[in-house]
Each structure stands twice: as C-alpha cells, then as structure tokens.
C-alpha cells in the first residue's frame, strides 16, 4: 500500500454520544502525523454525493464534549449498490482520499468493507449506544446512553413513589438487552425484559404483586425495544406496552414510557470520550502502518484492531444469523475464537440477567 497523505472521517448509521470525541482523536492525531484530513458529511451518502470538507484542529476545537456528530450521520442503503459505490469511489479519488475511518455499528463495517475491496483502507471504530457489536467489549456511547437511561429511571421511580405506581419504561437497544439489563440493576427495578432471556411474565407479576402487599410503592419496569408479544392474531406488539396492559389491569396502576431517542443525545460521559479517543488514535496509527480491513475494539480494557470481516462473521454467530458459506474461509482455530467470543457475551449478559432477578424485590 502507498503511503498515506490523506484521510476521511466519517460516521454512519445512529449517532452515539462520543462520535464527536473519536472524530476529534482522528483528525488530531493525524494532522501531528503529517497527514491531511477530511470529513465525509452524512456518512456514507456523503461519499456517493461528494459532500467532503477539510478538518483541521480548528474545527474539532471544542467538540469533545458534545453529544451527536458534528460530521452527520446516515443509514445509506445507496451504497450497498454498485452504482453507489463507484460514486463513493470517484469521489475518493476527486479529493484524493487514501484511507478512511470509519465511525459506527455493525452497518458501518459492512459498509467500510466494501470501500476496502474496492482499494480503498479501511478501519472502523466502534460507536453505537446499543453496545451490540458482539467482537468488542464495548461501543462508544453505551456508557453515556445507559446514564441518560438511568437518570430518567431514577425520575420515574420518583413519582411512582409518590403515587404508589409501576412505570413500564421501553428502552433502546435494537437486539441487544445490554442497556435495559444493566440500567434495571442500577435503577433497583422490580423486572427486566431484554430479548436475549425468555421472560417469565407469570413470575415478574407475582413479583409486582408480593412487593406490593409487602407495602413497595414505586416499581420500574425496563423493557427493552428489541423484545415482542404476539397476539392472537400473529401481530406483534411491543412488549413493554402490552406488560403495562396487564399490569394494569391485574396488579396497580401503571403508566408507560419509551424513551427513544432520547437516549441517544446529551454529552458524552467521560468513560465514552476517553475510549472514543483511544479507539479513534489506534485507528490513524493502523492505517499508517499500512493496515486495513480492521476495526479497533475493546477487550479486557486494551484496544486492539480485529478483522472487520472476522468480526462481523462472529457478530452474526451470535445473533444466529450466520448466511450460508461464512465459515468457509476460516479453521477450525478461527471459528473456535468465534464460539469463546459468543460464550463469553452470553455468559456475561445471563449473569447480568440473574441478578437483575435476584436482586428485584
Ligand atoms: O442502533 C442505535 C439505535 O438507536 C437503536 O437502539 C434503535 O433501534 C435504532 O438505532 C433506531 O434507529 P433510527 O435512528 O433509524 O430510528
């Protein structure tokens, strides 16, 4: 690979609070390496509709401590067309863009990729509030989301303290359980719901029931967005809203809330800027050791650069949506690594689970 003059910048798919940290770790630590640095504005249907602005220390000045992507952010399904991508790639060449960093979930790197077979260096960094990149032990923004979760938690709690009420409160995560898991534990919440754990509703009811005759006033209920009830006639509903019915109806009053993307705003915490900052740096320095097709994650608290397609192969192990042929390519040893990485999420989101029931009373 020629040695690289010039990068881009982008983010792409949710925004996540720390996204504007990493893009400031990226673009200072590549001008001080003597590199230029551009932006790519709205992610990747910046870079099919050459919306590219230059970077420089100036413009990242101050960002740090600001929540969303000052650069935007898109879901582009454009660009998983080839038509998409020679607009992507013309507009590489146009401002001579050598390698880029990109900054997002799993789409991103499905995304980052195919610029890569397409010539151009990749390395993704990995920011999503849902925390469900199954490679890495964190993604930029989770910490930041699951406060802004616990907080609204905690005011919640307040009132239904006041009025003797359960407050059912869906929270974000897509597939993932790990803000709803983790925010119950921190909130003291009487049941969790998240899709990674069958529910047991007959026992979160009765549990409800015996706290309140045990004289329990305020009870929260997190459900995450990612979980369903089916009716009778095959809809689906969303679980947090049809708990609240039967809650309702059955035990005490109770109210409903879904969060949203509300979550998703507000300043990162420091935890989301400091890893935000690490990643971002790991990610120049990969490139300019003339490495791609890698995004940088986070395991046992060092930040490492993995195989994106690696990578993305063990997300989809663990969501049991592997596609015909995508173990083909790799031994034995590889696809070992894959099941430790499935086991290890696993374990750890049912120990979370288990205490956020034994802990519920
Ligand atoms: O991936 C981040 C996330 O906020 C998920 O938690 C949520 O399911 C989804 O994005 C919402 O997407 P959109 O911003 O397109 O409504």
């Not at 995004?295 to 997300?315: N, Q, S």
């Amino acid at each position: 690979m020629d040695k690289i003059k010039k990068i881009g910048v982008l983010t792409s798919g949710g925004d996540a609070p720390g996204m504007n940290a990493a893009i400031r770790a990226i673009t200072d630590k590549a001008i001080e390496q003597g590199l230029d640095v551009v932006a790519v504005l709205g992610g990747y249907s910046g870079l099919i509709n050459d919306k590219v602005v230059p970077m420089t220390m100036d413009t990242v000045n101050g960002i740090i401590k600001r929540g969303g992507t000052c650069i935007y952010s898109d879901r582009c399904p454009e660009f998983a067309t080839e038509e998409g991508m020679q607009k992507a790639i013309a507009t590489c060449k146009k401002h001579k863009i050598d390698a880029i960093v990109a900054i997002g979930g799993d789409g991103t790197f499905r995304g980052a990729t195919d610029l890569s077979l397409h010539g151009i260096p990749t390395v993704g960094v990995a920011g999503t509030i849902d925390n469900d990149i199954t490679a890495t032990d964190y993604t930029v923004g989770f910490d930041t989301a699951m406060n802004t979760v616990l907080d609204a938690l905690d005011n919640f709690m307040d009132t239904c303290e006041s009025h003797a009420r359960c407050n059912v409160v869906e929270v974000m995560g897509r597939d993932c359980g790990d803000i709803a898991v983790r925010t119950a534990i921190a909130s003291g919440a009487i049941a969790v719901a998240i899709p990674e754990v069958p529910f047991d509703e007959a026992e979160a009811l009765d549990r409800i029931k015996r706290a309140r005759a045990a004289g329990k006033r305020g009870m929260i209920v997190v459900v995450s967005e990612g979980v369903f009830h089916t009716d009778e006639n095959g809809n689906k509903i969303p679980y947090g809203e049809y708990f609240t019915e039967i809650c309702q109806r059955d035990i005490m009053e109770t109210r409903f809330a879904r969060l949203a993307h509300f979550v998703r705003g507000g300043n990162p915490t420091l935890r989301d800027r400091l890893t935000a900052s690490r990643m971002g740096v790991r990610a120049v320095e990969l490139l300019l050791e003339g490495k791609s097709d890698l995004i940088v994650i986070e395991e046992d608290g060092k930040y490492v650069p993995m195989d994106i397609v690696f990578a993305l192969t063990t997300d989809r192990m663990y969501k049991k949506k592997l596609k015909d042929g995508d173990l083909d390519k790799y031994g034995d040893e590889d696809i070992a690594a894959m099941k430790a990485i499935c086991d290890k999420r696993t374990a750890e989101i049912k120990e979370l689970y288990k205490i956020a029931n034994d802990i519920a009373l």
